[in-house]
């Protein structure tokens, strides 16, 4: 009988069958080999080009990578993804933004509930748009464009460089253009510091955006409504203002939580729960002092929110 001879590594066998045998086991062995060490995966075996045996192997990049990528993008090039998603914010927020001005100026809402409402949103609804940026530097940067351009313009409108009177009578308390300078430039500086350094991967920017927006708003609307009795140390405060501050400011960072959760951002826990409580219930206490009335609560609730919240988590 015919004899036939197969080289693999150091083993050489003179069986056809046994050759044969051999031979297979070798190939599948250092195929197995080649899909947990990528990098080493030969061009070709025993002069076999592997690319054109159609194996059908899996690319083994992980899943959540992938997953993440797929997420956030809204183009295959990331550059061009985070443009679009810049122009989707911005047109969101000045959408939303123009929806207040018409219902100040048409008189749709009470002066001062209009002016909660636009407190309560902007922030809220520019940080569901969050994911639609790339993870890492240029998307913080790209998303804190929005608010950024904001500050110029509260800057512009409140030093009395460009006039805008709808604007300051759906921002201000009183109508005085000078109004823009304090809370609601405070309010655009917040989001812009909380997006731009802390991004959607911290729970201090969640605590930070949602204690100034939903907790801050919720405590005027509440207050106007139901605070009759008042805070001894501030005669300008109630409890039921600072009770659903507190409140409202937990809850939104938690639907927060669990909203950045669903993308990989953050892990929800009991124990980022509870950090939320205590930066809310901190938020309000601050909140009701006095100094926050002669200064800003926009001001202190952020400072507030962002130093104890370095603690905290």
């Given amino acids: ?15 056809p069958l046994c050759s044969f045998r051999l031979h297979r086991h070798n190939l599948v062995h250092r195929v197995k080999t080649a899909l947990n060490s990528p990098s080493s995966f030969p061009r070709s075996i025993c002069g ?3 690319a054109r045996l159609g194996f059908g192997l899996k690319s083994r990049q992980p899943k959540s990578a992938l997953t993440a990528v797929s997420a956030t993008m809204l ?6 993804s985070d443009l679009y998603a810049t122009g989707v914010t911005a047109v969101i927020a000045l959408s939303l933004i123009r929806l207040w001005k018409e219902t100040a ?4 809402f009470d002066q001062k509930l209009n002016r909660k409402i636009v407190h309560i949103s902007i922030g809220l609804v520019f940080m569901l748009c969050w994911p639609l940026f790339s993870s890492g530097h240029r998307g913080a940067w790209l998303a804190a464009l929005t608010p950024g351009v904001n500050i110029i313009r509260m800057l512009l409108v409140g030093t009395g460089l ?3 009177d709808d604007i300051v009578k759906s921002m201000s308390r009183y109508g005085n253009h000078r109004e823009l300078l304090k809370g609601p430039l405070y309010y655009a500086t917040t989001i812009t510091v909380a997006c731009a350094i802390y991004w959607r991967t911290s ?3 969640i605590a930070a955006v949602c204690n100034l927006c939903a907790g801050d708003g919720i405590a005027d609307i509440v207050g106007r409504r139901f ?3 008042k805070i001894p140390y501030n005669r300008n405060k109630s409890i039921a203002g600072s009770v659903a501050m507190a409140l409202a400011g937990f809850l939104a ?4 939580m669990f909203y950045f959760a669903s993308f990989g951002y953050v892990q929800e826990s009991f124990n980022m729960a509870l950090g939320f409580l205590v930066l809310s219930v901190a938020s309000a206490f601050v909140e009701s002092l006095p100094i926050s009335t002669e200064l800003d609560d926009n001001l202190t609730v952020t400072l507030a929110s962002i130093l104890l919240g370095s603690f905290v988590f």
């Fill in 1 to 15: 009988m015919a004899t036939s001879e197969f080289c693999l590594g150091h083993f050489h066998c003179y069986s």
């Fill in 48 to 50: 076999i080009d592997i």
């Fill in 75 to 80: 183009h295959q090039d990331p550059l061009v």
């Fill in 105 to 108: 100026k048409r008189g749709i």
């Fill in 162 to 164: 460009w006039k805008d």
């Fill in 203 to 205: 729970p201090v920017a």
């Fill in 227 to 229: 605070g009759f009795k």
């Fill in 253 to 256: 960072s938690l639907g927060f």
